[in-house]
Structure formats: structure tokens, C-alpha cells
């Protein structure tokens, strides 16, 4: 039978997930996501930034903060059809799905409609599209869904009781409203965090247990390994153990066990053995290309042949059926590999 979804979790039960005999641990989570998953599939997904720099915010993490300096230059939002060559190219690399990233801290309603267009651009590739750009109106959400935007991706960063050592400003309540807006668009939820920047494991629990309690699981859950970036707060913090990293991975697995858990930033720097180590707790989403946002990525070449190496397939372009009526959606069955569609039913509105 598989694993029930709950809502009610409570902490002191992640925390005794967490305290699990590490081999004990990941047989309970490679378990559950059996149930729910192909586990030899993994969604591949690529992330640009269309707009680079001169955030507001004081996130401690992120060089894209104008505040610290650290060489990322503010640009200005890219062209529509340089976002769709990119988009091109990830699709022909493998992905299938194109995230669209914007260092604001929340867009304009004037930015919204060439938003739009880049999403209904490479909607019509026969990609899933995501969008990361701040706080959104509900109003902002609903044209993002109309242009045909598939998923939103606003994280929690850290528990609710770390917040106000990471980011002082916005609020955690501004991220739970934006999150409402975009479910209530009918948007799917792509939330996660970023675990290794000084945090406890109480805390890790904390946020794990925040995102298992929204009124639905976040449909796309991305794990960060903090990329330490010379000039932010953080850099030269103690690194988190990487045992603890899977941990965090095979929980997440456990407590959401329908939802993509995404190994995002920071893959960079981890080993093949540790990668997949991770798979095997649960983890069935990456990134793929050479940079996420501003930061490093491990190349398409060196994912393949960890692919390759350990019996991994991506994973094709997911329809809803319930899509099929909504303007702006591209019917596809899309194979991550050739990027070719195979039901010869590609259209957009």
C-alpha cells in the first residue's frame, strides 16, 4: 500500500526520521518513492537567468544582492528570443523543463507581459516552463497561468525559526502569500530551501516540516547545497556534512512523497558517489547545464555519463489531462533524450 500523504506532521517525528541508522533511513525513503516513482527516472530541468543582478533584498546566500559585492554586474531582462535559442539549446541537451529566473523582488506589473511572452515562446517548444521571480500578486500569478506557465518557484529558504538570521527584507509570511496566489492561479509549486548555511538539524527538520504542512506539498521540492560566494555573509562557513546532505534528501522523500525532490544548487561540488547516494534516497529532479543563475552547475557532458553510469534515464515532459483545455498549453509527449515528440500533437494556442 503506498504511503499515505499527510499534512499534520510534527517535528519530533522528522527529527527521529533524521536519527534513523543511515542504512535504515534510506531503504525507508528508496521505499516510498518506489511507490510514487520510476526509480531509474530522473527529471531534468534547465534554469536561465533572465535578468541578472541588482536585487534589493539581503538574502545572506546570494551574490545577485546589490548590497555585497561580488562581481555579478546588474543586467537588464534578456530579449524574448534570446531566451528561446536558450531554450532551444536545453531541450537539444535533454531537458524538459526551462526555468526562467529574475533577481527582483517582485516583478512589475509593466515586466509581467514580457514575462508572458518568453513563457508562451517556449511553452510552444514543447517545454514545461517554470518561473522564479519574487513575490507575486494574485493577479500577477493568474496572468502567468494564462500565458501558459506551468510551475512557480518561490522557496521557504530555511525553518520559520533561522529566517530572520538569513533575510530581513521580506517576511516568512510573504513567502506563504505568495505561495497561496500562486496555488490559488492553479499554478503547480515548485518550494524548497538551502540547507548548510549555519542551520541545525532542528532547524533543517523545520523546514522540512514547514513545507509538509502547507495546505498542499509543493509539487517540485529543490534541496540547495549553499554555494558559498565570496562577498556574501556566508562565505567561509563551516561546509554541512554530506552525510547530512542525503539525510536531508530521504526525509524530504519520506514526509512529501509524491513531490519532485530536486538535487539544485550545489551539485557542483559533490561527487559522483555522493549524487548518488541521493538518487537512491529519493531524489528524481536536477538541473542540468553550466550555471544555475550565477552560480556553477556540473556540465550536460559529465550528467550524462553519471546517467549512464548509474542506469538513469530523464524523464519525459509530464501532461496533465486537464491541460488539454487550457489555452497555451503545448500537447506533447516529449522524450528528454531526442527532444522529439512522439504522439505527433504539438500545438499551442
Known amino acids: 500500500m503506498a504511503a499515505a500523504l499527510r499534512?499534520?506532521?510534527?517535528?519530533?517525528?522528522?527529527?527521529?526520521?533524521?536519527?534513523?541508522?543511515?542504512?535504515?533511513?534510506?531503504?525507508?525513503?528508496?521505499?516510498i518513492h518506489r511507490e510514487h516513482f520510476d526509480a531509474a527516472e530522473v527529471?531534468?530541468?534547465?534554469?536561465?537567468?533572465?535578468?541578472?543582478?541588482?536585487?534589493?533584498?539581503?538574502?545572506?546566500?546570494?551574490?545577485?544582492?546589490q548590497r555585497y559585492s561580488t562581481g555579478v554586474a546588474a543586467q537588464k531582462l534578456m530579449?524574448?528570443?534570446?531566451?528561446?535559442?536558450?531554450?532551444?539549446q536545453a531541450k537539444a541537451a535533454g531537458a524538459s523543463r526551462f526555468c526562467m529566473g529574475a533577481a527582483w523582488r517582485s516583478p512589475k506589473d509593466r515586466?509581467?507581459?514580457?514575462?508572458?511572452?518568453?513563457?508562451?515562446?517556449?511553452?510552444?517548444?514543447?517545454?514545461?516552463?517554470?518561473?522564479?521571480?519574487?513575490?507575486?500578486?494574485?493577479?500577477?500569478?493568474?496572468?502567468?497561468?494564462?500565458?501558459?506557465?506551468?510551475y512557480y518557484n518561490h522557496n521557504l529558504d530555511t525553518a520559520p525559526d533561522y529566517y530572520d538570521a538569513i533575510i530581513h527584507t521580506r517576511q516568512?509570511?510573504?513567502?506563504?502569500?505568495?505561495?497561496?496566489?500562486?496555488?490559488?492561479?492553479?499554478?503547480?509549486?515548485?518550494?524548497?530551501?538551502?540547507?548548510?548555511m549555519g542551520e541545525t538539524r532542528e532547524q533543517r527538520a523545520g523546514l522540512l516540516l514547514a513545507l509538509a504542512t502547507l495546505p498542499a506539498h509543493p509539487d517540485s521540492v529543490p534541496i540547495n547545497r549553499l554555494v558559498q560566494v565570496a562577498g556574501t555573509p556566508l562565505h567561509g562557513i563551516a561546509e554541512l556534512d554530506p552525510f547530512e546532505f542525503v539525510r536531508m534528501i530521504a526525509v524530504a522523500r519520506i514526509v512529501m512523497p509524491r513531490s519532485m525532490v530536486r538535487l539544485?544548487?550545489?551539485?557542483?561540488?559533490?561527487?559522483?558517489?555522493?549524487?548518488?547516494?541521493?538518487?537512491?534516497?529519493?531524489?528524481?529532479?536536477?538541473?542540468?547545464?553550466?550555471?544555475?543563475?550565477?552560480?556553477?552547475?556540473?556540465?550536460?557532458?559529465?550528467?550524462l555519463a553519471l546517467f549512464e553510469r548509474l542506469g538513469l534515464r530523464p524523464m519525459a515532459v509530464q501532461v496533465d489531462a486537464a491541460d488539454h483545455d487550457h489555452p497555451g498549453t503545448v500537447h506533447a509527449d516529449i522524450t528528454a533524450e531526442a527532444g522529439r515528440c512522439k504522439g505527433g500533437c504539438e500545438q499551442a494556442a
Open 7 to 31: 499534512h499534520d506532521w510534527h517535528r519530533d517525528e522528522l527529527l527521529a526520521l533524521f536519527a534513523l541508522p543511515f542504512p535504515d533511513l534510506l531503504h525507508r525513503a528508496a521505499g
Open 43 to 65: 527529471q531534468v530541468s534547465t534554469l536561465l537567468s533572465v535578468k541578472t543582478g541588482g536585487c534589493p533584498e539581503d538574502c545572506a546566500y546570494c551574490p545577485q544582492a
Open 79 to 88: 530579449d524574448t528570443e534570446a531566451v528561446v535559442a536558450k531554450a532551444r
Open 111 to 150: 515586466d509581467v507581459p514580457k514575462v508572458a511572452a518568453m513563457i508562451r515562446e517556449v511553452k510552444a517548444l514543447g517545454l514545461e516552463t517554470c518561473a522564479t521571480l519574487g513575490m507575486l500578486s494574485g493577479d500577477q500569478a493568474v496572468a502567468l497561468r494564462e500565458a501558459g506557465l506551468d
Open 172 to 196: 516568512y509570511q510573504d513567502r506563504l502569500d505568495t505561495l497561496a496566489h500562486v496555488r490559488d492561479a492553479g499554478l503547480k509549486t515548485c518550494c524548497g530551501g538551502i540547507v548548510g
Open 264 to 303: 539544485s544548487a550545489g551539485r557542483e561540488a559533490m561527487s559522483d558517489e555522493l549524487q548518488a547516494l541521493c538518487f537512491l534516497a529519493g531524489a528524481n529532479s536536477i538541473f542540468h547545464g553550466e550555471k544555475l543563475l550565477t552560480t556553477g552547475n556540473p556540465d550536460t557532458a559529465r550528467d
